[in-house]
């Protein structure tokens, strides 16, 4: 999905433009979707609607460092993102980033409360929750 930085602009808020499109974090727990929801459905890219994670996937994380944005153990599919490396911050990290617009989404980490050992940290500025 192409667009110029205008579009961008214009089609976004400017926190999701600076998440999305700059590769900025929202404040931990200022997001409207850190705990897991009381419904099932799947949570969509704000940017383009690309589905990305399903709500049966979504867990509360409690280590250190990773508390304060939606953790999801999985994906809805196989192909909802892409896996970058990402070397800024004095670490390596691996950046997470939807594949049908290529906005940053988050982050993907290591963790011992998720129930597969993955932790997809995800903005929730990035992302719309549909209802099934």
């Not at 600076?18 to 850190?34: D, F, I, N």
């Not at 949570?43 to 609607?49: E, F, K, N, P």
């Not at 070397?87 to 290591?110: D, I, Q, S």
Request: charged share 25%.
């Amino acid at each position: 999905m192409q667009k110029s930085d205008d579009e961008w602009k214009k089609d976004l808020t400017d926190e999701q433009y600076h998440v999305l499109r700059k590769k900025g974090t929202e404040v931990p727990g200022s997001g409207k979707y850190v705990l897991p929801p009381n419904d099932d459905g799947v949570y969509t890219c704000v940017a383009c609607g690309n589905e990305l994670f399903k709500a049966e996937h979504q867990y509360e994380s409690t280590t250190p460092g990773l508390i304060g944005w939606p953790s999801f153990s999985d994906l809805a599919n196989n192909d909802a993102v892409e896996l970058r490396d990402d070397n800024t911050m004095w670490m390596h990290r691996t950046e997470v980033v939807c594949a049908k617009c290529g906005g940053h989404l988050g982050h993907l980490f290591p963790d011992d409360s998720s129930p597969n050992g993955q932790h997809y940290c995800i903005n929730s500025v990035c992302l719309n929750f549909n209802k099934k």
